[in-house]
């Protein structure tokens, strides 16, 4: 069997904070295969966006092994489209400025992913607003602007944290289906962040429940819902039951509560 992606092993990641020592994340262990849509979910501060810096390269495990496809890589910064949390687009910079920063900051031909941002502006719902400045767009424009700059990065792997957060539920519900479209029209892998457990069932392959911090894995659970996702996905049996299934391990307050 080939090796899977990307692979989490014992990865532990522990910070100071102010002479303390702050466990963040203990013993992650899980994998993710090519093509797969997988969400970490868990209350804050348990760790979710520490483990996506550690994923992409931006800070190293104390303890555990990351693998890609196999093999430990060190400089992994690079690899990865990545969309942290409450990413900001510069608000100097129109949404095609904004768009092209990745590329831009690698050297490649401006003129060239220029041409590409604007080809798929339509794609991305902000067709004839290139030249806007970010302040002038909705709130599901900005997400959809900063999803363009990521895309941008050509990779095949995306992290995207906590994306739709900010937005009304049914700007939402919206983004939802549309990134799913991308997904698949791309082959991409996507790792996802969200406090929402409706919005992890309608969006992922599967699922991982992250205790509180220091974030351990409470649930590894593949998601069987048929795909396409639609509308009547969210109201099927079986999205009633994976909900209730995750809930009594993530009560609504974010409290763990003990697993079976
Ligand atoms: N750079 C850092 N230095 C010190 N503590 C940090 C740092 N980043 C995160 N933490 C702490 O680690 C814990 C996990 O944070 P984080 O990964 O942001 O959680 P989440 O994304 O699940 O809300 C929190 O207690 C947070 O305060
Ligand atoms: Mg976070």
Redesign the pocket.
Known sequence: MNAPLLALDGVSKT???NGQI?P??TGISFSVADGEFVTLI????????????LIVGL?NPDEGEIRLAGKVVRRRTGLFGYMP?RDLLLPWRTVLGNAILGPELSGEDLKAARREAVSLLPLFGLEGFGDAYPATLSGGMRQRAALLRTFLCHRDVMLL??PFGALDAMTRRDLQGWLLGIWRQFNKTILF?THDVEEALFLSTRVIV?SP???RVALDLPIDLPQPREANTLVSARFVELKAHLLSTLDKKGRFSTLT
């Open positions: 910070y100071q904070e702050v963040a994340v868990g209350p804050s501060g348990c760790g979710k966006s520490t483990l996506f810096n800070s949390q944290d906590e962040i992250l911090r220091p974030g």
